[in-house]
C-alpha cells in the first residue's frame, strides 16, 4: 500500500458538477481530492481487505441473531423498550439489507483493525461505486496508468442486483432523505439511479414531509402510501421519534431494515469483541462501565454509542486527552476501544471504508485527514490496484 502523489485530470470539476457531484467541494475546502490516489496489490485487497469484510459481516449477523432475543443486550445497545420487538420482528423476517461500510485502519503491513460499523448510512457511496471509477478509466486512458491497473470496486453493479433481488418484480418504492441536505439528496438521487436500471420506479419524499394516514400507515406529500422506503436516516434517530410507535402498523418494508439498529451504533464493538476476543480485526473494547475497560490502561479511545463523522470521539494517549469536535453526542453512554493509531502517509491518517452489499464484500473508499479523528471535511482519495 503505498500513497502516491499525481496531477488533476484536466476538466475533472467540470465534469463533477455535469454528473451531479455537487458536494466535492465542502465549506469551500476539498473533499473529493485526486492530487494522490492509494496504490494496492491485488494480495492486499483480497486478503487485507476483502476477507477480513466477508467474516466481520458473517460474525455481525451472528450477534444481531444473538442480541434480538436478550433483553440485556437490547438495553446495552440502547434500543428504545418500546421498539425492541420491532428490532427482533424484523430479524426473524429477514428483512433483507441493501449495504454496510466497515471502516478499518490498515496500512498493508498489518490485519486491517475494524473502527467502527456504519451499517445503516450510505456516506461516500457515490464516490466509491461511481466517480472514483470514472477516474481509474480517464487515468488508464491517459496513459498515467497502466492497461491493466484495476479498483476494488463492483459497489455500483452490485446494489443494481441487489436491488433486483430485494424487489424481484420492481415496482414502486419510496425514497426519503433531509431534502435540504446536498450531500444527502445527491446520494439518494444516485441509489434512486441504480434502482431505476434495476427496473424499479422511484419517489422521492422529504423525510419532514411524510405523514400519518388514519389506518397507521405512512403517506407521502401526495397521501400516496409508502409501502417501501429507503431512508437515509438513522434508526437510532428514528427509534426516538413520536412516530416509532407506527413503525409496526405501517406494514412499511424499510431499507435499511429495523434489525440494523443492532449494528448501527459503536455498542456493537465490545459486543464483537466479547464474544470473539483476540481477533485479528478487531480491537479490544468494552462499554464504558464494565470494570474490564480498565485493562485499556491510561491510552484508549472513548466513543459515544451514536455518533457521526467523528463527532464526540475522544482520543486519549498516557492520559493526555485530544480536542474533541463537540457536537452534543454522548447522552445514551459511550464505549472504549483500545487506541489504534492509523499509519500516516505523507502526514495524512487514511481510514479504508470497506462495503458490503448484501453478504458481499463490494469494494473500499478511502477517507483521510490530517487529524487523526475522519470528519465530516476529511478527503476522500481515489484508489487503484496495480502490479
Not at 83 to 90: C, G, I, K, L, Q
Not at 119 to 124: L, V
Not at 145 to 161: G, I, M, T, V, Y
Request: with cysteine; net charge negative.
Amino acid at each position: 500500500m503505498k500513497r502516491i502523489k499525481t496531477d488533476e485530470r484536466p476538466g475533472w470539476d467540470e465534469k463533477a458538477e455535469q454528473l451531479g457531484f455537487t458536494w466535492r467541494h465542502l465549506d469551500g475546502a476539498r473533499y473529493w481530492d485526486e492530487r494522490a490516489y492509494y496504490q494496492f496489490s491485488l494480495a492486499e485487497i483480497e486478503a487485507g481487505l476483502e476477507a477480513p469484510a466477508r467474516e466481520l459481516h458473517a460474525m455481525c449477523l451472528d450477534l444481531v441473531a444473538e442480541a434480538v432475543k436478550s433483553e440485556e443486550l437490547m438495553a446495552k445497545l440502547a434500543i428504545p423498550e418500546a421498539s425492541r420487538d420491532d428490532v427482533a420482528e424484523s430479524w426473524a423476517r429477514r428483512d433483507p439489507t441493501l449495504y454496510g461500510r466497515f471502516d478499518f485502519a490498515y496500512d498493508g503491513t498489518g490485519p486491517a483493525k475494524l473502527y467502527e460499523y456504519n451499517a445503516d448510512t450510505p456516506t461516500s457511496i457515490y464516490e466509491s461505486g461511481a466517480f472514483q471509477w470514472i477516474w481509474l478509466e480517464d487515468m488508464i486512458a491517459a496513459g498515467r496508468l497502466p492497461a491493466d491497473a484495476d479498483q476494488f470496486n463492483s459497489l455500483h453493479e452490485k446494489l443494481e442486483a441487489r436491488f433486483r433481488a430485494i424487489f424481484p418484480g420492481g415496482g414502486f418504492v419510496h425514497f426519503s432523505s433531509d431534502a435540504d441536505s446536498v450531500e444527502d439528496r445527491q446520494t439518494v438521487k444516485y441509489l434512486e439511479d441504480i434502482a431505476g436500471q434495476a427496473g424499479i420506479e422511484p419517489k422521492f419524499v422529504p423525510v419532514g414531509e411524510i405523514g400519518l394516514a388514519a389506518d397507521g400507515r405512512f403517506v407521502d406529500q401526495d397521501g400516496y402510501v409508502i409501502q417501501a422506503l429507503f431512508k437515509l436516516y438513522p434508526w437510532e434517530e428514528m427509534l426516538r421519534e413520536e412516530y416509532a410507535a407506527n413503525v409496526k402498523a405501517s406494514k412499511t418494508r424499510f431499507i435499511e431494515p429495523a434489525w440494523k439498529a443492532v449494528l448501527s451504533n459503536k455498542g456493537m464493538l465490545p459486543l464483537l469483541w466479547a464474544r470473539n476476543e483476540g481477533h485479528p480485526n478487531l480491537l479490544a473494547a468494552y462499554f464504558e462501565d464494565d470494570p474490564k475497560a480498565a485493562e485499556l490502561g491510561s491510552s484508549y479511545v472513548r466513543k459515544p454509542l451514536f455518533s457521526r463523522e467523528g463527532a464526540n470521539i475522544e482520543l486519549v494517549k498516557q492520559g493526555r486527552r485530544a480536542r474533541v469536535l463537540d457536537l452534543g453526542y454522548g447522552e445514551e453512554g459511550h464505549v472504549r476501544q483500545a487506541l489504534h493509531e492509523a499509519t500516516a502517509f505523507d502526514g495524512a491518517y487514511p481510514v479504508v471504508g470497506a462495503w458490503i452489499v448484501g453478504d458481499e464484500p463490494a469494494g473500499i473508499g478511502i477517507r483521510e485527514d490530517r487529524s487523526r479523528v475522519t470528519k465530516n471535511l476529511s478527503r476522500f482519495i481515489p484508489h487503484a490496484i496495480v502490479g
